[in-house]
């Protein structure tokens, strides 16, 4: 019998849910190619570590972009790869239930059908990856009632309402973890003249980076390259400092947070403000955001306990939801 997968295909990382084992792959959505063959090199984990440092015949890189596929080919060979890790087989073809940005056009639904079947899927469901966010952060997405679910991922930002099983109402933005390292790699580059990598301004982000709260002197050491002398450079920068672009985003979050309860009906409203609002996503880490988002909503915030992990696990939890409305559709099997 062929096995059931639950994908979080994301910009930034790949997870991979198994039935009754839980979370088995998490690893980075990065491949690594000869840039004059196009031929695949290394994936994961081994990519991402080459990231900024390839010579001109390798070229690293996330075949995926704001949540959606924008290398089919690439796609494929990576998602192929790691989904050998975890089927050791070549005859056993699981069935894989896969997430899709809320707001996909049909054209980028059927391309993520696609890339997961060559990868070796027998059959492929889809689910919306706000529904699998609220599921597996433990949300009784069946009951009459509202809840709003935020998923920061890496390349979009996307939030909800859901009730009996479906979702209201939704709104997704392209400001999320990639989109705050950018920020800080901008802000270095104009506050300090500095050139930074996007894997130190990661660094930069989960060590000192916050969103909201009061004054913080910690500071850090970095390294870069000086924009005038061109030369190796280190210099140390404070939390406070860094706020600064990071508030800058996490603002952006806010205002698609307060656009969606909006266009919630009022009876939904009421609810949230009794439920609160869930945090799903490496984003919902990042420290002071629930804090900002309460002082700009006066809506109770909740981090979920897995946060990085609850698309995956809703994904795969998925199917045993029959009140899930627009969960488990079965798009297409491998003939």
Do not use: W
Request: net charge neutral.
């Amino acid at each position: 019998m062929a096995r059931c997968l639950g994908l979080d295909l994301g910009t930034t990382s790949t997870l991979i849910y198994s039935e009754g084992q839980g979370i088995i792959f998490n690893e980075p959505s990065v491949i690594a190619i000869n840039s004059t063959t196009n031929a695949p090199l290394s994936f994961g984990n081994e990519a991402r570590e080459m990231l900024g440092r390839t010579p001109e015949s390798i070229e690293a890189f996330s075949p995926l972009k704001y949540g959606v596929i924008a290398s089919f080919d690439m796609t494929v060979a990576m998602l192929k790869n790691f989904i050998g890790k975890v089927v050791k087989s070549s005859f056993i073809k699981p069935k894989v239930i896969v997430t899709i940005p809320s707001k996909a056009t049909e054209v980028e639904k059927r391309a993520v059908v696609d890339v997961v079947l060559k990868a070796g899927a027998k059959e492929v469901c889809m689910i919306e990856s706000l529904m699998a966010a609220a599921i597996g952060a433990g949300i009784e997405v069946s009951e009459p009632t509202g809840s709003m679910v935020v998923n920061i991922g890496g390349g979009i930002t996307e939030v909800a309402v859901i009730s009996l099983g479906g979702i209201v109402t939704s709104n997704s933005i392209e400001t999320a973890g990639n989109e705050i390292d950018n920020a800080i790699v901008q802000y270095l580059k104009k506050k300090h003249n500095i050139m930074t990598g996007e894997r130190t301004a990661e660094e930069i982000k989960m060590t000192i980076g916050s969103a909201y709260g009061p004054k913080d002197a910690t500071t850090m050491e970095i390294k870069g390259r000086d924009m005038v002398s061109g030369l190796p450079v280190i210099k140390r920068i404070s939390a406070d400092e860094v706020r600064t672009p990071i508030f800058e985003c996490a603002n952006l979050i806010v205002d698609a947070i307060k656009a969606t309860l909006e266009q919630t009906p009022p009876e939904l409203s009421s609810d949230i403000m009794t439920n609160g609002i869930v945090l799903t996503g490496g984003g919902a880490l990042l420290k002071g955001l629930g804090r900002l988002i309460n002082a700009s909503t006066e809506i109770p915030v909740y981090i979920a306990e897995n946060p990085i992990e609850c698309v995956a696990i809703g994904a795969g939890s998925a199917l045993d939801i029959s009140a899930v409305k627009r969960a488990s559709m079965i798009t297409r099997k491998k003939r």
